[in-house]
């Protein structure tokens, strides 16, 4: 069932939020999925913004985009997350869909890091609209271990609550490190 996945849980919620006609941004472009739905969300009046660092990233979600037809939807760059502010100006997006941790099936050396994640999180509240929300998939444990879901938490626990609706949710049953989806809502006015 796709019900518990938190790729399918992340894609309701943001479908909950989104109007046809916005502005995407895939934080962490990865195999392209995430740029596909938000493509999708979109619409033909909107646009996505991707990024990753890896080369390959860049082919897998370019092919998958064509594949759907989707090709001229978004925009991919091959570049950090935390440099998303070279592209999209303040206030600019709808949503931000962050997947932390490494590329499904690539290495696992070449994961997000604190340091470069909280910069690309930071920078996104910035770029989110006013209304906008940003979702977060946060992986931990083995390879990439707990120091960036912890930093993270920290973070988004401070961040001043007249301003942003910062909730979490867990597989409360599940054992070795299930993933944490997080939604971030950044208040109107």
């Known amino acids: 069932m796709k019900q ?8 309701s919620i943001l479908s909950s939020q989104a109007k046809p006609g916005g ?20 619409g033909s009046e909107g646009h996505v913004w991707a990024f ?16 759907h037809g989707y090709d001229q939807s978004a925009t991919l ?11 999209l100006k303040p206030g600019s997006a709808d949503a931000i869909c962050f997947n932390f941790g490494y590329l ?29 929300m940003m979702s977060l998939c946060i992986y ?13 938490l920290s973070f988004l626990k401070q961040l001043p609550a007249v301003q942003y609706t910062v909730i ?6 599940r054992g070795n490190c299930p993933p944490l989806p997080v939604f971030v809502f950044k ?3």
């Not at 518990?4 to 894609?11: E, G, K, L």
């Not at 931990?140 to 993270?152: A, N, P, R, Y």
């Open 140 to 152: 931990s444990g083995g390879d990439t271990g707990f120091e960036e879901k912890e930093c993270i």
């Open 23 to 42: 502005i995407y941004v895939d934080a962490t472009m990865g195999n392209g999925n995430d740029t596909l739905f938000l493509c999708r969300l979109a």
């Open 104 to 132: 499904p099936g690539g290495d696992h050396s070449i994961a997000t890091r604190p340091d470069t994640s909280l910069a690309a999180i930071r920078k996104g509240l910035d770029i989110l609209k006013p209304g906008g």
């Open 168 to 173: 979490t949710n867990e597989y409360y049953n």
């Open 187 to 189: 208040q109107e006015g």
């Open 4 to 11: 518990s996945q938190i790729t399918y849980w992340c894609h």
């Open 52 to 67: 990753d660092i890896q080369e390959r990233a860049l082919i897998s979600t370019k092919s998958l985009l064509a594949k």
């Open 77 to 87: 760059i091959k570049d950090s997350h935390e440099n998303m502010d070279h592209y």
